[in-house]
T-cell receptor, first 113, second 118 residues
Framework: AQSVTQLGSHVSVSEGALVLLRCNYS??????LFWYVQYPNQGLQLLLK??????LVKGINGFEAEFKKSETSFHLTKPSAHMSDAAEYFC???????????FGQGTRLTINP | DTEVTQTPKHLVMGMTNKKSLKCEQH?????MYWYKQKAKKPPELMFV???????INESVPSRFSPECPNSSLLNLHLHALQPEDSALYLC?????????????????FGPGTRLTVL
């Protein structure tokens, strides 16, 4: 079964510092991977998705993620954190499209002034 | 426009009440989804509709009854709920089956309905 594991339920960084949110996947077939962000009391917003076209994927709000097959990872990064990045981030995997998304447990990102 | 709308934003109901949640999209998507999200947890899939037909039911109790009257609208009818059903209910839509063979389909989520069962 396909699954994702997010390392660290809570990550705290200073404003302007590098953001690194970790996601490892488990899949016997090429996965389709997504990062979503959820701001307080809101729905989920797509940040970016990996669909095998390129290993480095750029998303919205300055985020990007790199697919590393050898490490079965799809970590999310942003060079410089902004206060508005504080939110819950979910990594998700889908097989052959988006019919069934399986989400990781989420990582809450806190930004310190 | 990638907007999915959900009404109401908040709903409080008793265990004997009957209520409905509504979800709407005008992106021409042919797949629509209901998710349940408990506090500090990821969303869990409940139902999937494709071309207005129920294609996936993730063993959801019958007190939750989905309905897809047309390609733009998705309802979730609630009856005799329990306090543990209190959660954020999220609706999503995507292009649908024609895109499911390609790695391009993306689910777009609405803002959710915060449900409290007393």
């Amino acid at each position: 079964a396909q699954s994702v594991t997010q390392l660290g339920s809570h990550v705290s960084v200073s404003e302007g510092a590098l953001v690194l949110l970790r996601c490892n996947y488990s899949s016997s077939v090429p996965p389709y991977l997504f990062w979503y962000v959820q701001y307080p009391n809101q729905g989920l917003q797509l940040l970016l998705k990996y669909t095998s076209a390129a290993t480095l994927v750029k998303g919205i709000n300055g985020f990007e993620a790199e697919f590393k097959k050898s490490e079965t990872s799809f970590h999310l990064t942003k060079p410089s954190a902004h206060m508005s990045d504080a939110a819950e981030y979910f990594c998700a995997v889908s097989k052959g499209g988006a019919q069934k998304l399986v989400f990781g447990q989420g990582t809450r990102l806190t930004i310190n002034p | 426009d990638t907007e999915v709308t959900q009404t109401p934003k908040h709903l409080v109901m008793g265990m004997t009440n009957k209520k409905s949640l509504k979800c709407e999209q005008h992106m021409g998507h042919r797949a629509m989804y209901w998710y349940k999200q408990k506090a500090k947890k990821p969303p869990e899939l409940m139902f999937v509709y494709s071309y207005e037909k129920l294609s996936i039911n993730e063993s959801v109790p019958s007190r939750f009854s989905p309905e897809c009257p047309n390609s733009s609208l998705l309802n979730l009818h609630l009856h005799a709920l329990q306090p543990e059903d209190s959660a954020l209910y999220l609706c999503a839509s995507s292009q649908g089956p024609l895109a499911w063979r390609e790695p391009t389909d993306t689910q777009y989520f609405g803002p959710g309905t915060r449900l409290t069962v007393l």
